[in-house]
């Protein structure tokens, strides 16, 4: 499995990123996916979901109205697009593989692999 995740950058406050995360070595379309991030001196934050097909989405609630994930099962590649950004979304934005159908709390705890991170800087 391998999870090569980019975009990542500075932005001001108010602004917008688009992360990617690259998969290969699996199956991409039979598992969710996760995005989670981990600011400095913090736990890793699961952020959001989208499950297999890209029909339902799931958010944190500190990202929702802000953040859209979304995927793209023909390009294997999932996205993580990001607005009205705050200086406290400064993070290393990492993309998961889920198992095919997490609910509930299996969302943020049943993760099988993680890419390497990609950082995201908020600050004017």
């Known amino acids: 499995v391998q999870l090569v995740e980019s975009g990542g950058g500075l932005a001001q406050p108010g602004g917008s990123l688009r992360l990617s995360c690259s998969a290969s070595g699996f199956t991409f379309r039979s598992h969710a996916m996760s995005w989670a991030r981990q600011a400095p001196g913090k736990g890793l934050e699961w952020v959001a979901g989208i499950d297999r097909d890209g029909m339902a989405a799931y958010y944190a609630g500190f990202v929702k109205g802000r953040f859209t994930i979304s995927r793209d099962n023909a390009k294997n590649t999932l996205y993580l697009q990001m607005y009205n950004l705050k200086s406290e979304d400064t993070a290393l934005y990492y993309c998961?593989?889920?198992?095919?159908?997490?609910?509930?709390?299996?969302?943020?705890?049943?993760?099988?692999?993680w890419g390497q991170g990609t950082q995201v800087t908020v600050s004017s």
């Open positions: 998961g593989k889920n198992g095919p159908n997490p609910s509930g709390s299996s969302w943020s705890e049943e993760v099988y692999d």
